[in-house]
């Protein structure tokens, strides 16, 4: 609890027997009230791992992509009265002592949604960013930027801190089931007139952490580009993506259906 807001950790998993009982550790369990883990039908012990930590667990009975994961994730923590949720990847790439500072943010009303950057801080490339994922990076940061209008470090964190308000009024039934979610999560926010804040987070790339490969990485930056023209297109009344449409069907209901209960 912060600032009497329920914080909630959630953890879109697939494959992570190796790097989740660390990454569990390191979470400031004295301001997180509660660790909800999806497992995206891994075929490995994540979910025995997760049953040992005493992580509330659920279980997707077929593979449904890291967007569909992140929709169950975001669905259960509404139903578990979250007031910020926090998503942080189990792989330990990303710092989750950072979780303080990042429900402060957002519990402080200044910001609705913190992103912890890899890029802010230049710590990226010492932390074994592949050089081709850098300079992707900062090449579609600048680009959605423009397309945008906005003014963000980096679009492609998967480090993320929302109020409830967030996940209850953007479209996110309507986002990706793959990992462009993301960046449409972020240019919805921007579209809702989100208050979006970010921090420096150090990265660890390492043989266990989780990556997508070259080929995935291509499709994930075509999305990122289509996104932002969608966006500019919107903007400009030529075109109305259900991306950006405020009806509340295309919203996240609390609570998820086709789940296997797992702890």
């Given amino acids: 609890m912060l600032h009497g807001r ?16 660390a990454c ?27 049953a040992k930590l005493g992580i509330h667990a659920v279980r997707h009975p077929a593979n449904r992509g890291y967007g569909a994961n992140q929709k169950t994730c975001y669905a259960l923590a509404l139903e578990r009265g979250a007031d910020i949720v926090v998503m942080l990847h189990p792989d330990y790439q990303y710092e989750p002592r950072l979780i303080t500072a990042m429900a402060a943010m957002v519990a402080s009303d200044v910001y609705d949604v913190v992103i912890g950057s890899l890029i802010l801080g230049n710590t990226s490339i010492a932390g074994g960013m592949p050089r081709y994922k850098y300079v992707a990076n900062r090449l ?54 989100m208050r979006i804040g970010e921090i420096s987070c150090p990265t660890k790339y390492f ?25 500019r297109l919107w903007t400009w009344k030529l075109a109305s993506p259900r991306l950006f449409s405020p009806d509340a069907a295309l919203r996240l209901k609390a609570g998820a259906d086709s789940l296997t209960r797992a702890c």
């Fill in 6 to 21: 329920k914080i909630i950790v959630v953890m879109p998993a697939y494959r992570a027997e190796k790097t989740l009982a």
């Fill in 24 to 50: 569990y550790a390191a979470i400031p369990h004295d301001i997180v009230d509660d660790v909800l883990l999806v497992d995206d039908a891994s075929d490995d012990a994540t979910l025995a791992v997760a």
């Fill in 140 to 193: 579609l940061t600048f680009m959605q930027n423009v397309l945008l209008g906005s003014k963000l470090y980096e679009f492609h964190t998967g480090y993320r801190a929302f109020s409830r308000r967030v996940l209850e009024t953007l479209p996110l039934a309507q986002n990706s089931d793959d990992f462009v979610f993301d960046n449409e999560m972020l240019v919805q926010a921007l579209a809702f007139g």
């Fill in 207 to 231: 043989p266990e952490a989780s990556q997508i490969n070259f080929r995935r990485s291509v499709v994930y930056g075509l999305g990122v580009l289509w996104t932002g023209v969608a966006y």
